[in-house]
T-cell receptor, first 115, second 114 residues
Framework: DAGVTQSPTHLIKTRGQQVTLRCSPK?????VSWYQQALGQGPQFIFQ???????QRGNFPDRFSGHQFPNYSSELNVNALLLGDSALYLC??????????????FGPGTRLTVT | AQSVTQLGSHVSVSEGALVLLRCNYS??????LFWYVQYPNQGLQLLLK??????LVKGINGFEAEFKKSETSFHLTKPSAHMSDAAEYFC????????????FGTGTRLTIIP
C-alpha cells in the first residue's frame, strides 16, 4: 500500500515565477492538507481540500492556491514566487468521512528553492 | 487560537538515558495533541496522539506522553534512548473535530550521545 507521494522531490525557481506541486494521498484517504515548513521551523498549515473544495485555509496570501481532483490527488500552486517561499512543502492525507482516526499521513515533501 | 510551545530547541542525551521533550499548549477548547518525528530529508511520522480517554498515551518506538490538563502540558518521554532516536520532534495541537488542521511547535532536535 503506497503512502502519500509527492512530486517533484526538489525544485529550483526564480523570483516571480509560478510553481505547481503535486500530491497523491494514501489509498482510501479523501482529504489532503498542505503545509509549509521553513528551515528550522515547524510546519504551517496552508489549506485543506475535501470533495474538491477548499475546506479550511491558514494565514497564507492568495498567491497560494490549490486544487483537488476526483481521484483525491491534489496540487498546490504558488504564483509570483518570493525568496521567502523557499521551504519544504508537505502534503498530508487523512480520511474525514466515517470513523475518525485523527491521523494525518505525511508525504516526504517537496523542497522548493527560490533564487 | 491555538498554540504550542516546545521548550528546548536542542536536547542531547546519552544512549540509554531518559528522553524528555517538553510541550505546552494553549487552546480554548479541549485539545487533540500529537507528537510527530521527522528524520533528515523525510516527512513527518506520527509517534502518538491524545484525543480522549486515558491521559497516558503510548506510541511507537517506545515513546509515551502524558496529557496534563492542569499544566497544559503533553511531554514526550522514552525510558532509554537509542541512537536511532536522533531526529527532530514536533508537538502539534488540533481542536477541530473535523478539519484536523494542525498547529505545530517549532520543534526539538534530539541528539543521542554514544
Amino acid at each position: 500500500d503506497a503512502g502519500v507521494t509527492q512530486s517533484p522531490t526538489h525544485l529550483i525557481k526564480t523570483r516571480g515565477q509560478q510553481v505547481t506541486l503535486r500530491c497523491s494521498p494514501k489509498s482510501g484517504h479523501d482529504t489532503v492538507s498542505w503545509y509549509q515548513q521553513a528551515l528550522g521551523q515547524g510546519p504551517q498549515f496552508i489549506f485543506q481540500y475535501y470533495e474538491e473544495e477548499e475546506r479550511q485555509r491558514g494565514n497564507f496570501p492568495d498567491r497560494f492556491s490549490g486544487h483537488q481532483f476526483p481521484n483525491y490527488s491534489s496540487e498546490l500552486n504558488v504564483n509570483a514566487l518570493l525568496l521567502g517561499d523557499s521551504a519544504l512543502y508537505l502534503c498530508a492525507s487523512s480520511f474525514i468521512t466515517g470513523i475518525k482516526t485523527y491521523e494525518q499521513y505525511f508525504g516526504p515533501g517537496t523542497r522548493l528553492t527560490v533564487t | 487560537a491555538q498554540s504550542v510551545t516546545q521548550l528546548g530547541s536542542h536536547v542531547s542525551v546519552s544512549e540509554g538515558a531518559l528522553v524528555l521533550l517538553r510541550c505546552n499548549y494553549s487552546s480554548s477548547v479541549p485539545p487533540y495533541l500529537f507528537w510527530y518525528v521527522q528524520y533528515p530529508n523525510q516527512g513527518l511520522q506520527l509517534l502518538l496522539k491524545y484525543t480522549t480517554g486515558a491521559t497516558l498515551v503510548k506510541g511507537i518506538n517506545g515513546f509515551e506522553a502524558e496529557f496534563k490538563k492542569s499544566e497544559t502540558s503533553f511531554h514526550l518521554t522514552k525510558p532509554s534512548a537509542h541512537m536511532s532516536d536522533a531526529a527532530e520532534y514536533f508537538c502539534a495541537v488540533s481542536d477541530d473535530f473535523g478539519n484536523e488542521k494542525l498547529t505545530f511547535g517549532t520543534g526539538t532536535r534530539l541528539t543521542i550521545i554514544p
